[in-house]
C-alpha cells in the first residue's frame, strides 16, 4: 500500500508541477513513468496494467480526434475564427460569440481539441483587431470547459462516466444540455461584468486579413462522418466503436493519404489517458481506493440532496488538486454502478467538469489556452482564482439544480 501511494503522490505532483529543476516532463511522460513504476514496483503485474486501461475511453477519444484533426486539416476552425471577428461589433459581443462558440464546439468535439485548434487563431484575430486579450482567452477556456458537460464526448471525464454508469449518449445529453446551455450563458454573463472594464474600449478594429484557405470537399466529407457519427451515438451503437467507424470512413473517402490525417491524433493526450488508468489501477490494486471509497460512499448515502451536496464540494475541490480528467478516473472506481444509481454519476460529470473553471490546472482547456499565449500575457494563479470562483460556484449550482435535479432520474431511467 505504501508503495502505491507513494508512486500515486509522486505521480500527480509532477502531472501538476509546471516545472521540474534538472528533468524534462510533461503531464503525458510524467503519467507515463507513474505507469512505469507500479510495474517496476510490482504493485501491478504487466497483464494486470493492461488490464486496468479503459480501452473504450481511448478509442473514443483516438476516433474523436481523427474527426476534429480533420476539420483542422479542412480549415474549419481558421473559418470560424474570422467569421466570429469579422461580425463582432464590439469586444462584448465578440466575448459572447468567442464564448458561445467555443461551448457550441466542444459539446460536438473533445474540448481539449477545441481549444488545441481554435487558441492560435482567436489569439491571432484578437491581438489583430486591438482588443483586450485577456478576457477573451477565458472566454475560450470557460466556454470550452462548460460547453463540454453537454454530452458524452464532450470531455474525457464525460468518457468514463459513461461508461462505467453507464449512460447512453441520447440519455446523457437529454439531462445535461439544457443545464450546459443555461450555465454557458450565466458564465458569459460573468465573464461580461468581470471584465466590463477591459471591454470598454471602443469597437472592433477590423484589420484586413486573407481569406482562410478552406478545403471545401474535406470539409463536406467530414462534416457529414460527424452527423454519422453523431446519429450512431444518438441511436444508442456503443460509442467507441461508432466513433472509429466514423473515423475510418472518413480517412477512406477524404482523398487525403491516412498518415496525413493521422498525424492530427493527439497521441500525447492518449498517452496520458491510458498512464493515468494505470497509475489508478495500482493504486486501486492496493486497497487505499477501498478505504476512500467507503468514506465516499457514506457522504453519499448521508440522504439524498445532502449527500449529492457533500460528494460535490469534495469532487469540486479534488478536481482542482489533481485536475478534473484524473479525478473522473478515480472517482469512477469508488461511485456504486447500476440501475439507480444514475444520479450520482450525473453529480460526478457536472463538478468535475465544472470544477476546471476555479483554478489553472482545473482542466486541460485552461492550461492549453494559457501556455498558447504565454508570451502575451501573465495569468498567475490569484488571478485565475479571482475570476474562476464565481463562475464555478454558480454554474455548479446551475449543473447540480438543473441538471441533477430530485425527479431526474425518476423521468429519464424508469425502473
Avoid at 116 to 125: E, H, K, Q, R, Y
Amino acid at each position: 500500500m505504501i508503495r502505491a501511494l507513494s508512486i500515486f503522490a509522486v505521480t500527480y505532483a509532477l502531472i501538476s508541477a509546471r516545472r521540474v529543476p534538472l528533468i524534462r516532463l510533461d503531464r503525458p511522460t510524467a503519467a507515463l513513468a507513474g505507469a512505469v513504476l507500479m510495474v517496476a514496483a510490482g504493485v501491478l503485474t504487466p497483464e494486470a496494467a493492461y488490464r486496468a486501461i479503459d480501452w473504450n475511453t481511448i478509442a473514443l477519444l483516438l476516433g474523436m480526434f481523427v474527426l476534429t484533426g480533420s476539420l483542422r486539416l479542412a480549415g474549419f476552425f481558421e473559418l470560424a475564427a474570422t467569421a466570429l471577428l469579422r461580425r463582432a461589433e464590439s469586444p462584448r459581443l465578440l466575448l459572447v460569440a468567442i464564448t458561445f462558440s467555443a461551448g457550441l464546439l466542444s459539446a460536438l468535439l473533445v474540448n481539449d481539441t477545441v481549444c488545441v485548434m481554435f487558441a492560435p487563431f482567436v489569439i491571432m484575430l484578437v491581438e489583430r483587431s486591438g482588443i483586450p486579450i485577456v478576457p477573451h482567452l477565458f472566454g475560450l477556456a470557460v466556454g470550452a470547459n462548460v460547453g463540454s458537460a453537454m454530452t458524452v464526448v464532450g470531455n474525457p471525464q464525460n468518457m468514463v462516466v459513461a461508461g462505467a454508469a453507464p449512460l447512453t449518449y441520447a440519455s446523457f445529453a437529454r439531462v445535461m444540455a439544457p443545464a450546459g446551455l443555461i450555465a454557458l450563458a450565466v458564465a458569459t454573463a460573468l465573464l461580461s461584468m468581470l471584465f466590463r472594464r477591459q471591454l470598454a474600449v471602443g469597437g472592433v478594429r477590423h484589420v484586413a486579413t486573407s481569406t482562410p484557405e478552406v478545403d471545401r470537399p474535406l470539409l463536406i466529407k467530414t462534416l457529414a462522418c460527424f452527423i454519422f457519427t453523431s446519429v450512431g451515438f444518438i441511436l444508442g451503437f456503443q460509442l467507441a466503436w461508432t466513433a472509429l467507424a466514423g473515423a475510418v470512413i472518413l480517412i477512406a473517402v477524404s482523398g487525403r493519404q491516412p498518415r496525413q490525417i493521422l498525424s492530427e491524433v493527439n497521441g500525447p493526450l492518449l498517452l496520458f489517458f491510458g498512464a493515468l488508468f494505470v497509475v489508478v489501477g495500482g493504486l486501486d490494486r492496493s486497497g487505499v481506493l477501498a478505504d476512500a471509497s467507503a468514506w465516499v460512499v457514506a457522504s453519499l448515502q448521508d440522504g439524498g440532496v445532502v449527500g449529492l451536496l457533500k460528494f460535490s464540494l469534495v469532487s469540486v475541490l479534488a478536481a482542482n488538486v489533481v485536475s478534473n480528467v484524473p479525478w473522473g478516473v478515480l472517482a469512477a472506481t469508488w461511485l456504486p454502478h447500476g440501475v439507480g444509481h444514475e444520479r450520482e454519476w450525473l453529480t460526478l460529470a457536472v463538478t468535475a467538469t465544472f470544477a476546471g473553471n476555479l483554478t489553472l490546472l482545473g482542466s486541460v482547456a485552461n492550461v492549453i489556452v494559457f501556455e498558447a499565449a504565454r508570451e502575451r500575457c501573465a495569468i498567475g494563479f490569484w488571478r485565475f482564482l479571482a475570476i474562476g470562483a464565481p463562475i464555478t460556484v454558480l454554474t455548479t449550482a446551475v449543473g447540480l439544480v438543473h441538471g441533477v435535479g430530485v425527479d431526474v432520474r425518476l423521468d429519464l431511467f424508469p425502473p
